[in-house]
């Protein structure tokens, strides 16, 4: 009956989603007189998800879940799942979790929630907060089947300490060739750079800056801050910037600690898109630019005088705190 | 190759979001709707396969009468002809089972659908409908190719691109990528004359659970007044951000 979370692992490192969703589960669990069960998969460390509560780690490795591959991972959940008789099943809104959930929902004849945003206001029934109409709007929306799946919004639950044995117990899927439709070619991923998904901070720039060449400060300000860099969605159709940059309604969701606007408009479908972000700063020439009224700070100014400055005094500050 | 897109009918983007009746229903007083964002490049994508490589192209809508419109618009861009399940689209389970007997009995090959709606942001159908279908599933599809049976996909993970070999039968769930916006397919006069004649054809929708529902929508509080900073005094920002709003 324990409560099962699936803890979303790179290079064998827990993500910080996964200690995230882990925390998440520590509290459905505690609402439902329950423990917490993980599924790690080919993951080094699985003692530290203890920290954030969990009682067990179903440990996997495999050597034919080396790649990522939606239905063999939603397989494995399943399984783990019917292993812990889970009446509740928890991911998170990475892009893979996003992938294997809704193929898991249906091996699990299950109802499923995406971007919930906070623990569940009831149990009977089961009742979650999610996002909905690109964070213009929250919904309460009731899972009325036997067994659930929740995907949790990245950072909006937060990480919460806890107890837990996290006692690993070896877990060997059964997974049948049929499940490998799908087989990666390669992928062609930026290695030692924070991602929109996984970051505290994101920097990010508009048409306001004339030109790609420009963005050697708008990195090294995500550099000072240990940021992601992203763009507004004309940047990335003139091609200043790749597409995985573009975030806003039709881009990548942001729901980061600290979102730094700079010469950008804050043009209704972009807030939507970043909007769950917890700070957000704007520094833009305009006054009157839309940004202003979402903004929690703003700077009106030229961002080529402002941005330098704003890189050497917060390399002062962290010299200072350091 | 007979291809199936996905076409869900949403608020436009600049739209107003209330709800009525006790918070429990959006309100579409004075709502423009439009063929969801993610769909339209999937709409533009199957355009080039019938074009470049022939291929028949359905739409589908799960969706009340009111969503025609947009089907038609559909047509209007291309499409050879639109089905809608009619029925109310709140759950996305039971949306993706509708769909999943449209697919079996039209014997498609390829189903394009879209990232996510804008509306419910559910993200799920086309996952379910692959599964549902036994087909292939390729999630966030920002390029694909197919020669035959075989194809060739990109999506977009967290920081990067992955590229797949995988086969027909196929659901991809598209993005922006899988055709650029400037590649949009707008419906010209002809296009719309022909669209009045294509087949629109209703069918029942099948009888399944409603896995989840929506039961209440609130809008976020309303947010406090900016506090600014003075573009020569760059110090001050730094302390509200790490004494007052502790982010950094
Ligand atoms: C269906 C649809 C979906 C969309 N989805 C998205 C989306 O997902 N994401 C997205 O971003 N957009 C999206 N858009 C586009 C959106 O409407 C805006 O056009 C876009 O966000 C504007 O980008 P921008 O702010 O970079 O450019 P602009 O609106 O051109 O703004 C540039 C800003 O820079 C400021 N500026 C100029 N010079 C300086 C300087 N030296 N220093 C500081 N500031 C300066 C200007 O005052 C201005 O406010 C969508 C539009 C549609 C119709």
Request: hydrophobic share 45%; net charge negative; proline share 4%.
């Amino acid at each position: 009956m324990s409560v099962l979370v699936y803890t979303e692992s790179d290079q064998g490192k827990f993500k910080k989603a996964a200690f995230e969703v882990a925390s998440y589960a520590k509290e459905v669990a505690n609402q439902l007189g329950t423990t917490v069960t993980a599924v790690a998969i080919n993951a080094d460390n699985t003692a530290e998800l203890g920290n954030y509560g969990v009682d067990k780690v179903l440990n996997v490795s495999a050597d034919a879940l080396k790649d990522f591959n939606a239905k063999a991972y939603a397989a494995t959940l399943h399984q783990a799942a019917a292993n812990e008789d889970a009446k509740v099943v928890i991911v998170s809104s990475s892009a893979d979790s996003k992938t294997l959930a809704p193929i898991l929902a249906v091996n699990l004849e299950a109802g499923y929630a995406s971007n919930v945003v906070a623990a569940p206001t009831s149990t009977s029934p089961f009742t979650v907060k999610r996002t909905a109409f690109t964070n213009k709007a929250f919904n309460m929306t009731e899972i009325n089947s036997d067994v659930k799946v929740v995907g949790v919004s990245n950072n909006a639950f937060g990480l919460v300490e806890n107890s837990g044995a996290a006692a690993a117990e070896a877990f060997a899927p059964n997974l049948d060739d049929s499940l490998f439709g799908v087989k990666v070619d390669s992928v062609d991923k930026v290695t030692g750079k924070v991602t929109i998904a996984d970051a505290d901070v994101v920097v990010s720039a508009g048409r306001g800056l004339k030109g790609p060449e420009n963005w050697g400060m708008v990195e090294e300000l995500a550099d000072v801050l240990g940021a992601a860099t992203a763009c507004s969605k004309p940047v990335s159709d003139l091609g200043w910037r790749p597409h995985g940059e573009h975030v806003g309604q039709t881009g990548k969701p942001v729901a980061s600690n600290l979102y730094i606007a700079i010469g950008i408009s804050g043009a209704i479908q972009h807030l939507a898109g970043i909007n769950a972000s917890k700070v957000k700063v704007v520094i833009n020439t305009d006054p009157e630019a839309p940004f202003f009224k979402a903004a929690d700070y703003g700077v009106v100014g030229d961002a080529f005088e402002v941005v330098p400055q704003l890189i050497e005094k917060l390399k002062e500050f962290k010299a200072n705190n350091a | 190759m007979k291809i199936l897109v996905c076409i869900s009918h949403v608020p436009d983007t600049t739209s107003k979001i209330n709800f009525t009746e006790g918070d429990t229903k959006f309100d579409t007083n004075g709502v423009q709707f439009v063929i969801n964002p993610n769909d339209e490049f999937g709409l533009t994508r199957a355009m080039w396969f019938k074009e470049k490589q022939g291929a028949s192209v359905d739409v589908v809508n799960v969706g009340g009468a009111e969503t025609e419109p947009t089907l038609r618009k559909a047509l209007a861009i291309g499409a050879d002809k639109a089905i809608r399940v009619n029925a109310e689209a709140t759950d996305g389970f039971f949306v993706a089972k509708q769909l999943a007997a449209v697919v079996k009995d039209g014997g498609y090959d390829l189903v394009i659908a879209g990232r996510e709606s804008i509306d419910y942001n559910g993200g799920m159908v086309p996952g379910m409908l692959a599964e549902l279908t036994s087909a292939n599933f390729i999630n966030n599809c920002i390029s694909l190719e197919v020669e035959g049976t075989a194809a060739t996909a990109m999506r977009e993970i967290d920081g990067g691109k992955e590229t797949s070999k995988t086969a027909l039968p196929l659901v991809i769930a598209g993005q922006k990528g899988l055709v650029e916006e400037s590649d949009l397919r707008i419906p010209n006069m002809r296009g719309i004359m022909m669209a009045r004649k294509k087949p629109l054809t209703v069918i029942d929708a099948i009888d399944t659970a409603q896995e989840t529902s929506a039961v209440k929508f609130e809008k976020p509080a309303p947010k406090g007044a900016v506090k600014l900073v003075d573009a020569g005094n760059i110090d001050e920002l730094i302390d509200l951000l790490h004494n007052e709003a502790k982010v950094i």
